[in-house]
């Protein structure tokens, strides 16, 4: 990917991108312990994605609306969440919930944004690039010349807060490689 592309990108108040956030050996590590992760078929609204997931710490029911306490985010990633916390300027502490995501060739994330009672997201991408794709929430702002499309890197972090998070939605498009994600988000104060 060129660096340079994706900072001379314009993107909305409260979303940044920070290429190579992770080295090789970190990825290497998260990617034996997501390995040793049981992923199961993410199912929304009566459809099944291609894509598997497990999540933990807090989750979003979208069929009950509701925000319940799952499993404890494993250990494994700790090193992980002290980085991207170091990063953000909060404690690890703060981060309610991690998503590990499996993308096989082919799979997507349609347009949407993240669910309510989560505030700042952050994204680790690992194994392979994708196509990250931004537009306006606000269906009148919605056309063609508003989508920001950028391609995000293997090892990257890209952060969501504020107007990104609330103003704006985000999808992927197809992924041409196996992809694997890590997603933190915070809880609302």
Known sequence: MNTLFAIETIFPEGFSYHPDFITK???QYLLQAIAQTQLHTFVFQGYEAKRKVASFGYDWSFKKRTLSKGKAIPAVFD??????????SI?????????????PPGSV?????DAP?????????????????????DK???????IISFPVQQRSLYIMQGLARSDW?????PVKQKRYSI???TLKL
């Open 140 to 146: 009148i702002k919605q056309n063609r010349n508003a």
């Open 79 to 88: 090193s992980l969440l002290k980085k991207v916390a170091h990063h953000l």
């Open 117 to 137: 009672p989560f505030d700042s997201i952050a994204g680790i991408s690992l194994l392979s690039d994708c196509t990250f794709k931004l537009r306006p929430h």
């Open 91 to 103: 404690s690890k502490e703060a981060f309610a919930e991690l998503l590990i995501t499996e993308y």
């Open 109 to 113: 994330i349609n347009w949407h944004r």
């Open 169 to 173: 939605q985000h999808s992927i498009a």
């Open 183 to 185: 997603t933190l988000r």
């Open 25 to 27: 050996e970190e990825e």
